[in-house]
């Protein structure tokens, strides 16, 4: 896809951007950190900082990308040209790399379970016997780089051909179906016996389980599952034509993205309060529960291996967004583009490897307290992000004539008219002490 070409319809691009956005972070992630920072306080604070910080980036993100249509380099140049600025770009392309060298392993986990599905041998164990498979499996050195490269070379194919036509096609499908498959899976989830304290935890906040690491972690959660802070919002948007609300997009994306979530919760806190499991268990959480919750369905084993294919679906759609930033910056046509897919894709790979191997022989290597795998998400997650995401929250209320994003803004629907000052006021204000305020708070500042 060169820089000039366009999404094929307005739904292609929210597909996309939807799908850079669903993935691992709102099924996985959420519930496991939710798990470890005490459920309902947490889950408030994440829709709170989603709300006040997410959705506003988002939006000046979708601004930076279609007013300059240039890859995430070049649009900070455009607006700013002979400044620094652009290394916000450079910021997000290195967020993306790392993202992806860990991405990569736990999407190389749901290979690993839907090879496990569709050769036997899952059917009717208990909740401790799925957990011990799966335990065993992601601490194989060897299986566990292996899914982690097929992961990646999925990602690097699809990059290479350019991501238009994969994603486009195929999400019209996938993710309507993923949001049935969920609920099927929630109502089974909510009448196990023992299901109401899943939900109680899930949605009833008890602050006093709330410290500043929770706030971090909701804010990075905020970040990570909108893909805000690294400029792949402002990529994918570049390739979008002008007469399309942007506001509409944006509100779009985070509203299927907090349902997404709030299923992903319901089906999984009533489920390891039911079968007795830990809600803190970490990373593993959602591969040790789901497929309990699955057996308790008639065809059970039938609807787990449907679900794994939507949720590898959905990670790959995120990840191909992550290679697509860093591929769309350094080639400059279409043969280029192959060749960096490839190089960059591959690049990745090793700088992965030792997060796939902190589940097993690398567990005891740790560095400020933790694993390597733990590490770069917390890297990413919880710096970068963050980083990128206030250095942009500065960037265009800075750079930009409120006049003209006000056109941008409004352009394809009035309706936004008298969100705008909101939106300028939650960016150029909000947006920075509160991003600030959190780090200050983790670094024990006050
Ligand atoms: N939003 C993606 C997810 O929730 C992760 C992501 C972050 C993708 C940043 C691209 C960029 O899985």
Known sequence: MSQREQWSSKLGFILAAAGSAI????????????????????????????LLLGLPLLLAEFVIGRSTQANAINSYKKIAPGSKWHWIGVLGMVSCFILLSFYSVIGGWIVAYLFK????????????????IFGSTISDPIISIIVQFLFILITIIVVARGVQNGIELASKFMMPALFILFIILVIRAVTLDGAMEGITFLLQPDFSKVTSKTVL?????????????????????????????????????????????LLAGLAIFPAVFAFGLKPDAGPVLLFNVLPTVFSHLPFGMFFFGAFLILFLFAALTSAFSMLEIIVSVISKNTAQRKKWSWIIGLAIFVFGVPSALSFGILGDVKLFDKTIFDLMDFMVSNVLMPLGSLLIAIFVPLKMKKSSLYEEIIKGSKLFKGLFNVWYFLLRFVAPLLIIAVMLDVLGVW
């Not at 972690?217 to 609300?245: H, I």
């Open 117 to 132: 599905v569709v050769t036997g041998g899952l059917n009717h164990l208990t909740s401790n016997q799925y957990a011990e």
């Open 23 to 50: 993935g691992l972070g709102a099924i996985w992630k959420f519930p496991y950190i939710a798990g470890q920072n005490g459920g309902g306080a947490f889950f408030l604070i994440f829709i709170l900082f989603t």
């Open 217 to 261: 972690e909701a804010m990075g959660q905020s970040f990570f599952t909108l893909s805000v802070g690294v400029s792949v919002m402002v990529t994918y948007s570049s390739y979008l034509p002008k007469n399309q609300s942007l506001p509409r997009s944006a509100f779009s994306i985070v509203g299927m993205n907090l349902a997404i979530v």
